[in-house]
């Protein structure tokens, strides 16, 4: 019984895994419910057939709670999106996507990561701070939201050693 039990936790535990084409259905629906403007499951699929990008993910038992995308280039990387499901927030998922996928970097090769977050986007932008990232400049007006109109984009860097 205590066996049953155990392996029943360990199951539902956070896995953190490399994604691949077969996940685009469901990143695509964890991206439709954390951004206003949702990437198509076609999207996704392109995005993680292309050889330059890599992805992870988070799963807990079958499902998909969270992921994180790069495009590699040249040594340097950039994150294109990072994402946890609503209902999982707050759990530490996101900053041991980061870690892991920035370790995966690391070892490919990519000396610095680069990336763009809305400014008025506190939990990400605690989250790549802590792990490191340090703003190297902004676009305004990058981010055109429904109520609140443009909103500059700040431009996150943090070199990999
Ligand atoms: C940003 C996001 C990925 C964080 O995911 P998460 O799993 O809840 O984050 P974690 O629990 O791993 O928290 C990691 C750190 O992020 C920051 N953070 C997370 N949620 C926060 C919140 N609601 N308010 C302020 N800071 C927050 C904290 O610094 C936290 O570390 P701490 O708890 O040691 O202080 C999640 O809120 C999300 O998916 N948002 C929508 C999509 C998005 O904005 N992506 C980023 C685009 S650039």
Partial sequence: M????????ARSEPVLSEAGPRDSATIAAVH????????????????????????HRVTAGRTLTGFI???????????LSV?????RRGKGLARAL?????????????HAVFLEVDKDNAPALNLYRRSGFREVGQR???YQ??????VAALV????LT
């Fill in 2 to 9: 205590m066996n049953m039990v155990t392996r029943l936790f």
């Fill in 32 to 55: 439709a419910a954390s951004f206003q403007r949702g990437w198509s499951e076609d999207e996704l699929e392109r995005l993680l057939t292309d050889r330059s990008v890599i992805a």
């Fill in 69 to 79: 995308l790069s495009r590699m280039a040249a040594g340097e990387a950039e994150i």
């Fill in 83 to 87: 994402a946890v499901a609503p209902s």
């Fill in 98 to 110: 980061l870690n892991h996928h920035l370790r995966r970097l690391a070892g490919l090769g990519t």
């Fill in 140 to 142: 305004p007006g990058y």
């Fill in 145 to 150: 939201h429904d109520k609140k109109g443009a």
């Fill in 156 to 159: 996150l860097r943090r070199d």
